[in-house]
């Protein structure tokens, strides 16, 4: 019923007592101050931005997801990322994408089970003058 704060057995007794009193009056403050959330948020989309690199340069990716409390969360260091054509570009694991070859790939990143994912469109190096 508890989440342990790092507190004695007498201040759990203290909050049960507590929070058998303010539950009767619909107050969560009991739970708030160990800072449990009374209704956890879920990912509703994933978002993946960034700019196509040129064939032989790389280009760092980034991914935001949306929470279903309203707020948005950066996860391009712990979103699982893909490439679609790994012949074509691929991807590491921080979203920095490589271009290989021309051509169109999608760039997806996978946080919590939603995924997301950007059309990358791959253009020749620019030749050197």
């Known amino acids: 019923m508890f989440r342990h704060c790092g507190f004695g057995q007498r201040t759990h007794r203290l909050a049960a007592v507590l929070s058998l009193v303010l539950g009767a009056i619909g107050a969560g403050a009991v739970t708030a101050a160990c800072g449990t959330a009374t209704s956890p948020s879920v990912v509703s989309s994933v978002t993946v931005s960034g700019a196509a690199p040129a064939v032989g340069t790389s ?48 760039i997806n990143a996978t946080f919590e089970n939603i995924t997301g994912s950007a059309q990358a469109s791959v253009q020749p190096s620019a030749a050197l003058p």
């Open 59 to 106: 280009a760092q990716y980034a991914a935001v997801a949306s929470l279903s409390n309203g707020t948005t969360e950066v996860v391009t260091t712990t979103a699982t990322w893909t490439s679609s054509n790994p012949d074509i570009a691929t991807v590491s694991a921080g979203g920095l994408v490589t271009a290989i070859a021309e051509g169109t790939v999608s």
